[in-house]
């Protein structure tokens, strides 16, 4: 079956670490640009770090750079995103998603649509507490 499926989320206090993992099955994730998204009330889900898949060049929204860092491990065809530093305001539910487009991480996370991606995994909550 082909699918990502997103792991490691859970309640953690304010200035706490998660990672969360997003794993492949079915295809090659090494091939595919890969974000995460958390949702917006009223609005499409919004990306908040990419990686390309063609050079893995990175990109973060203003709001997490320097506290997330997305990487990934081919040989386990997952990406990660390390979040530290957690804020109350991080609390969301998380998705991954992934696309063979070869856009830049910027484009990925900002201008793809979410029907442009080929897969999105079921996501996983978050909860900071403070």
């Known amino acids: 079956e082909v699918q990502l499926v997103e792991s490691g989320g859970g309640l953690v206090q304010a200035g706490g670490s998660l990672r969360l993992s997003c794993a492949a099955s079915g295809f090659s994730l090494a091939d595919y640009g890969v974000g995460w998204f958390r949702q917006v009330p009223g609005r499409d889900r919004e990306g908040i770090t990419c990686?390309?898949?063609?050079?893995?060049?990175?990109w973060y929204k203003d709001s997490v750079k320097g506290r997330f860092t997305i990487s990934r491990d081919n040989a386990k065809n997952t990406v990660y995103l390390q979040m530290n530093s957690l804020k109350p305001e991080d609390t969301n539910v998380y998705f991954c998603a992934a696309t063979r487009t070869g856009w830049g991480p910027i484009r990925l996370c900002v201008y793809l649509r979410e029907d442009e991606y080929d897969y999105w995994g079921q996501g996983t909550p978050v909860a900071v507490s403070s």
């Open positions: 990686i390309s898949g063609n050079d893995n060049s990175t």
